[in-house]
């Protein structure tokens, strides 16, 4: 069974990256059907996703998270945030990707974090990954954290309003934050005042399809033109509960 699963995992992988417009050694698709094979053998035990077949973990799980590839910036020792990162998503497929960028990994679940330290550790990927402990409002107040990032990512966690305050915050000026989304436009009009008000400017907006499902994603650029004034994020549990408007 176990074998059985790596080989329906490597077919469904070798299928999805046939559209994905990089190519990947095979080394990488191995390291991405071993993330994956242990994110899957872990999800029996621990609620980790709710997309266990291999074609859906391909398409909605890992080409998802590559889609960032094509927006991303080209430096070498890029620093990327992935807020809320849950079982490491996008983080890890974008580290196994580009294992030259710099990556925190933020998540309030300990067990998450754990088990992401465990797969960092067996994909044994070079450069710097950091897991951090925390709700996003109090991590974002931390000085070795706030503004010291060029991307801040975040997927699946929560409507842009309240997510750009989850996120900005974290950036550095002329950075980014990246919001993962599927149809964007009533988010993002919704959104517009409190981005500027935390520092930031919606400077573009990418759409794409999923190559099987067809499901519509949105990648939402929002760059940092002014550091986030002190007063945010608010205090925990407050973004969510009173949003900015």
């Known amino acids: 069974m176990t074998d059985q699963l790596k080989q329906n995992l490597h077919s469904e992988f070798d ?17 991405f059907v071993q993330y994956f094979y242990d ?11 709710a ?30 945030i992935d807020v809320g990162t849950g079982a490491g998503l996008p983080g890890i497929p974008l580290k196994i990707a580009r294992p030259e960028i710099n990556l925190c990994l933020l998540d ?16 044994d990927l070079p450069g710097k990954t950091q897991l951090v402990h925390a709700r996003a409002e109090d991590a974002a107040r931390k000085p070795e954290l706030r503004e ?26 002329d950075g980014y934050f990246i919001a993962m989304k599927g149809q964007a436009a009533p988010e993002i009009e919704q959104a517009e005042k409190a981005i500027n008000l935390l520092g ?23 760059q940092k033109i002014n550091a986030t004034p002190k007063s945010f994020p608010r205090k925990a549990g407050t973004p969510k509960s009173n949003p900015l408007i």
């Open 15 to 31: 299928n999805i990256l046939s559209y994905c417009e990089f190519t990947f050694s095979e080394q990488t698709k191995r390291l």
């Open 39 to 49: 994110l899957l053998k872990k999800n029996e035990v621990m609620n980790l996703t």
């Open 51 to 80: 997309i266990t077949d291999p074609r859906s973990v391909a398409e909605l799980h890992l080409f998802d998270s590559l889609t960032l590839l094509s927006v991303l910036p080209p430096d070498c020792d890029l620093k990327l």
């Open 108 to 123: 309030a679940t300990k067990k998450r974090l754990n088990f992401l330290d465990e797969c960092l550790t067996k994909l």
């Open 148 to 173: 010291k990032f060029d991307v801040a990512t975040a997927r699946a966690v929560a409507p842009l309003n309240v997510l750009a305050e989850y996120c900005l915050p974290f950036v550095k000026p």
């Open 200 to 222: 930031g400017d919606i400077t573009d907006v990418f759409k794409l399809k999923l190559p099987i499902s067809c499901a519509e994603r949105s990648l939402i650029l929002i």
